[in-house]
């Protein structure tokens, strides 16, 4: 059995995101988090209040980086 919740929800969410890197000079290395959280109510239920909210976590390397 499948629900569609399409209709339950918004399609634009507006957030504000913040984060921070680290790259290790000798190897090129880095990693980075960030946070995002929503601003915007993506619910169209009457009296329920849904924002979304992110945790993110990368490992990156810079190529011809000088």
């Known amino acids: 059995?499948?629900?569609?919740?399409?209709?339950?929800?918004?399609?634009?969410?507006?957030?504000l995101g913040v984060g921070m890197s680290y790259v290790n000079?000798?190897?090129?290395?880095?990693?980075?988090?960030?946070?995002?959280?929503?601003?915007?109510?993506?619910?169209?239920?009457d009296n329920a209040t849904i924002k979304n909210r992110g945790f993110q976590v990368g490992v990156f390397y810079l190529i011809n980086h000088k």
């Not at 059995?1 to 957030?15: E, P, R, W």
């Not at 000079?25 to 109510?41: C, K, S």
């Open 25 to 45: 000079p000798a190897t090129d290395f880095g990693v980075d988090v960030r946070y995002y959280h929503g601003l915007t109510n993506i619910s169209k239920i």
């Open 1 to 15: 059995m499948q629900t569609d919740v399409k209709g339950d929800y918004g399609s634009i969410d507006l957030a």
